[in-house]
């Protein structure tokens, strides 16, 4: 070691220490100690580094290092991104106006939503994106367009589209669009095959998200089905990730009748009840679930539930069973932090379990594996193989994870019927052909759905 690499280190140790204030081992330090040693640590950082970072780049790597030792629903949201954070949870950004799906080597328009910049402009479902910005569009993803697509109110967008081989050009200016995060429709406009008295009786309604609107627009729904005489709901809660807990507290009061609604409780041990105080629950509910379904809705689901006034059907719920206050600070920037964990009207746990449904209906889950899959293998991709395999109709004994014989046998007649090479082997191959028929039954029809639609006709018909 050379002296002058000696007297740096040296140098170094003794800043350290006297810019370190000393503590007794056991005591606790103060919330002002730790700033002290912070601050401390970046202005030295800010003086020696050897290469440039900015003293706000140091604090946001900081925060985001504290968040990490927290659960993962605790977050610090730089002030930058606090605008689009916001935006996500009330359903709105700035665009065109369109929801977008991978064609082939392009992206095509799926939905155009109402008086938005698209639907001005003549863009109908079913058009491809060729070129944005006089920039060719093939071979972009969904997320290739909307990096291109969104942006900043009022800047503009030239977009190219094929419909039906014919191609037009237009601009479009950019505007904030609003998502609603409600909607109804008949039930024929959701199943192949309604009959006369469930369409009379019964409507659908999706509900996407907790956003801020989302209790005035159900609300506004309410009406308009008790005008026309509805007296059933299939409410679908599918994929829903929550929102707002007071949207999802309003929401109970418009649903399900007098009685326990949710329970919160803190670090401290308050407990806070919220009870409905709704007279008369204006419908009988039939609520999809699944495994995205969490937070706000898992409690809106399992009080619809827990009130008799619904029978859930789908898949267990994510099991979210905890609430996050969101604080915005004096630079924009927000800390979203878990403050306390909800339970269900009859005080059952949610977070870690979820809600079960009444009517399980559960869907397989594609392969995803960098393995071929042999007999006497085991593990969770051997799982999901027996569940796709036994969702189309083959035995495979017992859905364990094991790749046992019966499961060999049924791969073995999966890979005969595909025309595949028939030795019960789930090679890539297998199980890429197992991944495809999946999608397509999925794409084709909706079980969960049917299933709910078959236990709407089970309350008509009593």
């Given amino acids: 070691m050379t ?11 003794c800043f350290v220490l006297m810019v370190m204030p000393v503590y007794g081992a056991e005591a606790e330090k103060t919330a002002e100690a730790y700033g002290d040693d912070f601050q401390a640590i970046m202005e030295y950082i800010d003086n020696y580094y050897l290469e440039d970072v900015s003293r706000e780049e140091l604090f946001n790597a900081a925060v985001t290092g504290m968040f990490s030792q927290l659960d993962r629903y605790s977050t610090y949201i730089a002030a930058d991104d606090s605008e689009s954070f916001l935006n996500s949870i009330n359903n709105t950004y700035v665009g065109i106006g369109v929801v977008l799906v991978q064609s082939g080597d392009y992206v095509k328009i799926e939905r155009v939503f109402i008086d938005g910049p698209a639907d001005g402009g003549g863009v109908e479902p079913g058009d491809l994106i060729v070129e944005i910005d006089g920039e060719s569009a093939e071979g972009f993803t969904i997320l290739d367009c909307q990096r291109r697509l969104l ?46 008295e469930a369409e009379a009786a019964a409507s659908y309604v999706l509900l996407e998200t907790f956003s801020s609107s989302a209790a005035s627009e159900l609300k506004a729904i309410i009406e308009d089905e ?29 649903l399900v009748p007098e009685g326990p609604g949710v329970t919160f409780v803190n670090n401290a041990g308050r407990v806070l ?11 009988e509910l039939v609520v999809l679930v699944n495994s995205g379904t969490a937070s706000a809705s898992e409690f809106v689901a399992a009080a619809i539930q827990e009130s008799g006034q619904g029978i859930l059907v789908g898949e267990t719920t994510f099991g979210k069973g905890v609430a996050q206050n969101i604080v915005t600070m004096e630079d924009g920037s927000m800390i979203k932090l878990t403050t306390e964990e909800f339970l269900t009207g009859n005080g059952l746990k949610i977070n870690g379990v979820g809600v079960t449904p009444d009517v399980v209906v559960d869907l397989p889950d594609y392969i995803d594996t960098t393995r071929r899959l042999y007999l006497t293998d085991f593990g969770d991709d051997v799982l999901v193989a027996e569940r796709i395999l036994e969702h189309f109709g083959y035995s495979v004994g017992a859905v364990d994870g094991q ?46 759905l049917e299933k709910a639609y078959e236990v709407l006709l089970d309350l008509l018909s009593k």
Avoid at 158 to 173: D, E
Avoid at 232 to 250: A, F, K
Avoid at 403 to 420: I, M
Avoid at 430 to 443: A, F, G, M
């Fill in 403 to 448: 790749y046992d014989r019966s499961t060999y046998n049924a791969v073995k007649q999966f890979q005969a019927d595909q025309g595949l090479y028939p030795y019960g082997v789930c090679d890539y191959t297998t199980q890429k052909s197992l991944n495809d028929l999946l999608l397509e039954d999925l794409q084709s029809k909706d079980t969960q």
């Fill in 273 to 283: 009840n919220f009870e409905s105080d709704l007279r008369e629950a204006p419908f």
């Fill in 151 to 196: 942006g900043e109110e009022g800047t503009e967008v030239t977009v190219t589209f094929n419909r039906g081989g014919a191609v037009y050009t237009i601009l479009m200016v950019r505007d904030t669009i609003v998502l609603k995060s409600v909607e109804a429709s008949d039930l024929g406009d959701v199943l192949e095959e309604v009959s006369v």
């Fill in 226 to 254: 008790k005008e026309k005489r509805t007296s059933y709901l299939i409410l679908d809660l599918r994929n829903n990730g929550g929102g707002y807990v007071d949207t999802g507290i309003q929401v109970i009061n418009q």
């Fill in 3 to 13: 002296g002058h690499l000696r007297k740096l280190i040296a140098a170094t140790l």
